[in-house]
C-alpha cells in the first residue's frame, strides 16, 4: 500500500549544543514538545509539517546564535516498511501521553463526588476545579499538537477531558443552587406603600 505524502514526509534534525547546559535543556524540551523520534543521541526524526518546520527554524537559529550546531534536512522515505515503522512508534509516543491522562481523570471525577457529598459545593470548589480542567485541556491540547498521525488513544481521551468538562457543570449547578438556597431573601415593600419614600 502506497504510504500518504504527508506519512513519507519527514525532517532529519542534528543539533549539537556543546557544554552550555541552559541551551541542550531547551532544545530537548522543544524537540520533545514536537514530539521528536531519536534515533540517536542529538539526532532526531520529526514529520515534516509547516508548523514543525516554523518551530524547527526558531530553534535552529538560537541554537547557532548561542553556538552550537544545528541542520534540518528535509526528507522523502520510500520504504512503506520504515515509514510504518516511523509512524506507529510516532502514535505509541502519543498514546502514552493520552494514558497519561485518562489516569488523572477519576482522581478529579472523585475529588467532586466527594465534595458534593460532604455538602461542600461551593463557588470557592468550582473555581479550584475550573482550573483543575484547565489544566487537563492545556494538557490534551499539547498532545495533540504533535499527534501528526492522529494515535488511537486520542478519541478516549477526548471523550474522559469532555466527561470532566460535564461532570464539572453538574457540580456547578449544585453549587448555584446551594448558594441560592442560603441567600438572604431580598426584603419586600409593604403592600400600598412605595419601597423608598420621598422626605418629606
Known amino acids: 500500500m502506497e504510504a500518504a505524502d504527508e506519512h513519507r514526509a519527514w525532517v532529519l534534525v542534528s543539533i549539537s549544543t556543546g557544554a552550555e547546559a541552559s541551551l541542550r535543556v531547551h532544545v530537548w524540551r522543544q524537540l520533545r514538545k514536537l514530539g521528536a523520534i531519536y ?8 514529520p515534516d509539517r509547516p508548523a514543525v518546520a516554523k518551530a524547527l ?5 538560537r541554537v547557532r546564535t ?7 534536512l528535509h526528507l522523502q522515505l520510500t520504504d512503506p516498511d520504515e515509514i510504518a515503522a ?13 494514558a497519561e491522562v485518562l489516569d488523572r481523570v477519576p482522581q478529579f ?3 467532586l463526588d466527594s465534595e458534593t457529598a ?3 459545593a461551593t463557588y470557592a470548589e468550582v473555581e479550584e476545579s475550573e482550573a483543575d480542567l484547565e489544566r487537563f485541556e492545556r494538557w490534551l491540547k499539547s498532545i495533540a499538537d504533535r499527534d501528526y498521525f492522529d494515535a488511537p488513544g486520542g478519541a478516549a481521551a477526548r471523550a474522559a477531558v469532555d466527561g470532566c468538562r460535564q461532570a464539572l457543570a453538574a457540580f456547578e449547578r449544585i ?6 438556597a442560603f ?14 419614600p420621598d422626605p418629606e
Open 175 to 180: 453549587a448555584l443552587a446551594a448558594d441560592t
Open 57 to 61: 527554524t526558531r530553534l535552529i537559529a
Open 109 to 111: 471525577l472523585a475529588e
Open 39 to 46: 534515533i540517536q543521541q542529538s539526532i532526531c526524526l520529526l
Open 86 to 98: 516511523l509512524v506507529a512508534e510516532q502514535q505509541a509516543g502519543r498514546d502514552a501521553e493520552y
Open 183 to 196: 441567600a438572604p431573601a431580598t426584603p419586600r415593600p409593604r403592600a400600598g406603600l412605595p419601597s423608598h
Open 66 to 72: 548561542q553556538g552550537g550546531q544545528a541542520r534540518a
Open 118 to 120: 460532604r455538602g461542600r
